[in-house]
């Protein structure tokens, strides 16, 4: 799995992109749904794009998920809710639930 690895300013413009993505997601979800259906709809379509990617970047994503799911653990464990966004946004918007 070897890969270049990316500037600061590329990991900060793709965390930008990925941010403003995720705000367009949340905006057209906004509403009375239930949210275990949203949340097995949003894992369907993270196993749809990570089956087109190259086979050697969806160990990549393993990696990235294991990390979420220790984030859940850790959040379930302490009794405590878990931020929207994994590190602060570097943008002035604010996503409101």
């Known amino acids: 799995m070897s890969t270049p690895s990316p500037t600061p300013e590329q990991r900060a413009e793709f965390r930008q992109q990925a941010y403003d993505m995720a705000e ?3 905006v057209a979800l906004q509403g009375e749904q239930p949210s275990f259906v949203v949340l097995e709809a949003l894992n369907l379509v993270h196993r749809f794009v990570t089956s087109n990617l190259p086979p050697g970047l ?3 994503v393993a990696m990235a998920m294991a990390s979420y799911a ?9 009794g405590k ?12 918007k604010s996503t409101t639930h």
């Open 24 to 26: 367009k997601i949340i």
């Open 58 to 60: 969806v160990g990549y």
């Open 70 to 78: 220790g984030e859940l653990m850790q959040a379930d464990a302490k």
């Open 81 to 92: 809710g878990l931020s929207p966004y994994p590190d602060p946004v570097t943008t002035s």
